[in-house]
């Protein structure tokens, strides 16, 4: 019975070893999302500071086209 009870606690080690593997990639994987999501609202930011940039110096009969613009581009950068 030593053998196999040996056996059998190699197995179950194997899967807790894998388990935890797999809440570890989770971890991760959901850790990345997070980053990507923030990485979104920064580059749309950066795009609405640009443009804002460029209000200044644009006529105020452009403001709307260009926040139109912006929201575009932020559209084509981030697809969801």
């Known amino acids: 019975m030593g053998k196999a009870d040996n056996g059998l606690n190699k197995d179950v ?9 797999d809440d570890e ?14 990485a979104k609202v920064l580059a749309r930011y ?9 209000l200044y110096v644009d006529s105020e009969e452009n403001i709307e086209e260009d926040l139109v613009w ?4 932020a559209k084509e950068t981030w697809v969801s």
């Open 70 to 73: 912006v929201e575009e581009r």
């Open 13 to 21: 080690h194997k899967k807790q070893n894998r388990q935890r593997s």
């Open 46 to 54: 950066v795009l609405i500071v640009q443009c804002m940039t460029c």
């Open 25 to 38: 990639a989770k971890g991760y994987l959901k850790e990345f999302v997070e980053q990507a999501k923030a």
